[in-house]
């Protein structure tokens, strides 16, 4: 590339004014294009396979993220090329939730392996759609730490049968802030569309691939998850990779959907609401540089839905993350 040509951002500018408050702004961008890839490699296309459910993001008809699943028998999710992702299954309550998931609609994708805490993130959009299956075409595709993610007992069959029962709700009932209490992770989908950029000060040269929907894992001990009332939640936003790409679409567009996963029964719990972040009176960078906790994320329900499954996952908790205990 000539140097008079200027490099596009590999980040949104939600994502830069996070980097650039810790001082981090200069080092993301590099290694951002080290990293954030357009294509599916080699060491991903063979682990996908292997898991026996994924975590979905799409945007509902009013282009609210929602965070779900979609399971199936080991090999359903395959990569049929570079850049194409294909999953023989559709998300648990695309119908319900109204998601749009046509062709070229915005999708995340999060796999994880709760076994040895691997995960690895595909953003993309919606290529091939029918009633049995979907493809994603790759925007960004990228690996993540193990960090704050506790091993579990899996089996390589995702029992989760069907939705039997849809109960709606506005606030936290004793059901659900029973599983809160007890979750040890949870799953967050946020978006970060080019039409929520409003900002004035950041010229937005950004590569397009940046923009769509993501869904990523929040994990730590039982209890990290605190519920201030029966309409909000807060947790401490843990120091990570400093892409800031959950935080960064906060900063954008507060507009988010989380998932608890009842572990046990397989109930599903998805809640939408906006998000705030809160900075602590320590937020520096030194902190950081020190590992301590700079901000905590405040969540205020607008709506929620429970979907009762037929089947079941008893996937028990083994061992909590050990940075958890550094």
């Known amino acids: 590339m000539p140097d008079n040509i200027p490099k596009k951002n590999a980040f949104h500018p939600g994502e830069r004014a996070l980097q650039s408050s810790i001082g981090a702004l200069e080092k993301m961008q590099t290694l951002g294009e080290r990293l954030l890839r357009t294509v599916i490699v080699d060491q991903h296309k063979e682990f996908y396979p292997g898991l026996p459910c994924i975590f979905i993001g799409a945007l509902d008809k009013s282009d609210r993220p929602w965070a779900t699943m979609a399971y199936g028998?080991?090999?359903?999710?395959?990569?049929?090329?570079?850049?194409?992702?294909?999953?023989?299954?559709?998300?648990?309550?695309e119908d319900i939730l109204k998601l749009q998931l046509s062709k070229n609609n915005d999708v995340g994708l999060l796999g994880l392996n709760f076994s040895n805490r691997r995960r690895n993130r595909l953003n993309g959009t919606i290529g091939q759609s029918d009633d049995r299956s979907f493809s994603i075409e790759v925007k960004q595709s990228f690996g993540n730490c193990p960090k704050y993610i506790q091993t579990r007992h899996i089996d390589n069959n995702c029992n989760l049968g069907a939705i039997t029962n849809t109960s709606l709700?506005?606030?936290?009932?004793?059901?659900?802030?029973?599983?809160?209490?007890?979750c040890d992770c949870f799953f967050i989908a946020s978006a970060h569309q080019?039409?929520?950029?409003e900002s004035t000060t950041v010229t937005d040269d950004t590569l397009d691939s940046v923009y769509g929907v993501d869904v990523s894992h929040r994990g730590g001990k039982t209890g990290f998850v605190t519920i201030n009332n029966n309409k909000?939640?807060?947790?401490?936003?843990?120091?990570g990779n400093k892409f800031f790409n959950t935080l960064g679409n906060i900063y954008v567009n507060p507009q988010v959907g989380l998932l608890f996963v009842n572990f046990e029964t397989g109930d599903l719990y998805l809640l939408n609401g906006k998000a705030t972040i809160q900075n602590y009176p320590e937020d520096d960078i030194a902190s950081m540089a020190t590992g301590q906790i700079l901000r905590q994320v405040l969540f205020d329900l607008e709506e929620g839905i429970h979907f009762s499954m037929s089947g079941q996952l008893n996937w028990p908790t083994l061992e909590y993350s050990p940075v958890l205990d550094a």
């Not at 080019?194 to 950029?197: G, L, P, S, V």
């Not at 909000?232 to 120091?239: E, I, T, V």
């Open 73 to 93: 028998d080991l090999g359903f999710v395959s990569a049929k090329s570079d850049t194409t992702l294909s999953i023989a299954a559709r998300p648990i309550g």
């Open 169 to 182: 709700f506005s606030s936290l009932n004793n059901e659900i802030i029973e599983v809160i209490d007890n």
């Open 194 to 197: 080019k039409m929520n950029i």
């Open 232 to 239: 909000q939640l807060a947790w401490d936003d843990y120091p």
